[in-house]
């Protein structure tokens, strides 16, 4: 089996755009297992990898290919953006601890923000200055969001924050916070929420990492002891926050959605590797028909999901809401993801039951920390079941379920 091309221009424009993109990271990205590899986990060394790999995009003009140029970015359409993910996604780099910021904060700001708040934020989100982390999920209120219960009262020209949000990634290296609050307890619950920008060295907030199964923690709990927010960072007017979460969670489900198929094309060539490298009764279990039959599914899915990926940077790049379909994209990847995975684990039969801390662990325990963390796709960015829930309402019509 050959390596298959991932990222094939469908314009002239495209076509050359890809080739200077991969001429450039050929000769920037980092050699694989640096810090900022996918495979090395999210710790403080994670995200300076991050950091690093982000401000090197910057010099050299890769970072923000979707942000307008009045923003500091190439001003191209969400497809250019989407190549360039997929091609680096090759690479095995990774800019995630700023995926908030640039794929989802900066661009909500662009459209809801203040003159002030665009100078203020945008040029130190692109050029990774500053972490940004999403404070909208609480014990209470995950997929069903509008019931959040942290409270923000205006008092003289301040906010003042109390309530406790929950699975927060990245909080404990944020700066910044975009934090979903309430702020008239009595409208009807979508209609009483406020988007604050919130600096997460406030005093009042307080970050407890969570320890995941995996053995790390990368996201937390975020607590807010009478958090004093400057008038000055709402973002959109006071009980319009949910119209504001609106474009946040749009460009998470769309344009950062679509890039997550990146990341998995790049895990199933590691795992193509994988089985050329294991050996089953004196052969590569490549050679196996079972797991040839089991790889050219995975490859057919990838390949769709790619299609679908295309489909809404291309819907984003002629202004259409990519909503319901962007559904698709986030069902897709995390199942097959944590197919994948599943798949590996049964490759290595009873071995895969040894994580990093043992010798004998393949590859260092590589693919027992990615089976763990897969758990997690299809929950995060929406769980599957609302996602089906939303095409099958909105894609096929069926009726609301009760
Ligand atoms: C790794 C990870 C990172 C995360 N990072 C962040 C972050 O940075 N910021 C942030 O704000 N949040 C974050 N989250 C939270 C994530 O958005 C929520 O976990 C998710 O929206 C689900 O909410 P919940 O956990 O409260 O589950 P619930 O909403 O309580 O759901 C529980 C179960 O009920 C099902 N269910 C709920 N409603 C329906 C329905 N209408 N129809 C059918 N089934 C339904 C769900 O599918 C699920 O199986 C993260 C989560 C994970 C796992």
Redesign the pocket.
């Known amino acids: 089996m050959t390596a298959p091309s991932e990222v094939d221009g469908t314009t002239a424009d495209l076509g050359d755009f890809v080739d200077r993109a991969r001429t450039w990271l050929e000769a920037n990205a980092p050699a694989k297992g640096a810090p900022g590899d996918f495979t090395t986990g999210r710790d403080a060394a994670f995200v300076e990898g991050c950091r690093r790999w982000q401000r090197r995009l910057f010099e050299a003009g890769w970072a923000g290919i979707g942000w307008p140029t009045e923003f500091g970015g190439r001003g191209e359409s969400a497809l250019f953006d989407l190549a360039f993910k997929r091609l680096q996604g090759r690479f095995g780099v990774s800019s995630a601890a700023f995926d ?1 910021g640039i794929g989802m904060v900066g661009p909500t700001i662009m459209v809801h923000g203040t003159p002030e708040q665009k100078q203020r934020h945008l040029p130190r989100i692109l050029n990774c200055e500053e972490v940004w ?5 609480e014990p209470g ?5 509008a019931s959040l219960r942290t409270r923000a009262e205006a008092v003289g020209d301040h906010f003042v924050v109390n309530g406790q ?7 404990h290296y944020a700066d910044w916070c975009m934090l979903l609050v309430r702020t008239d307890p009595h409208a009807p619950k979508h209609r009483g929420v406020s988007f604050l920008l919130v600096d997460m060295k406030s005093p009042g907030v307080t970050v407890k990492p969570l320890r ?1 199964m995996t053995g790390e923690a ?2 937390n709990e975020m607590f807010f002891d009478n958090v004093q927010v400057p008038r000055a960072n709402l973002l959109g007017g006071v009980n319009e926050g949910w119209r504001v979460a609106m474009t946040t969670l749009t460009n998470e489900r769309g344009a950062g959605g679509t890039a997550a198929g990146a990341r998995f094309f790049a895990a199933f060539l590691a795992i193509v590797e994988l089985c050329r490298r294991t050996g089953r009764r004196g052969q590569p279990v490549l050679q196996d028909p079972l797991v040839r039959q089991q790889l050219g599914n995975f490859y057919v899915d990838l390949r769709e999901l790619r299609c679908t990926g295309y489909r809404v940077a291309a819907m984003l790049r002629d202004g259409t809401a990519a909503g319901p379909v962007s559904s698709i994209v986030k069902l897709t990847w995390s199942e097959l993801n944590q197919r994948m995975q599943n798949f590996v684990m049964e490759l290595q039969g009873p071995g895969s039951q040894l994580m990093a801390d043992s010798r004998y662990a393949v590859d260092n325990g590589r693919w027992q920390f990615d089976f763990l963390r897969s758990r ?1 796709n299809t ?8 996602q089906r ?1 939303i095409i099958a309402e909105r894609l096929l019509g069926l009726p609301r ?1 009760r």
């Open positions: 908030v982390c999403q404070g909208f999920s209120a995950g997929s069903d969001l949000k929950v699975w927060t990634s990245f909080a995941q990368d996201f997690a929950i995060e960015a929406g769980t599957s079941e609302v829930g379920a």
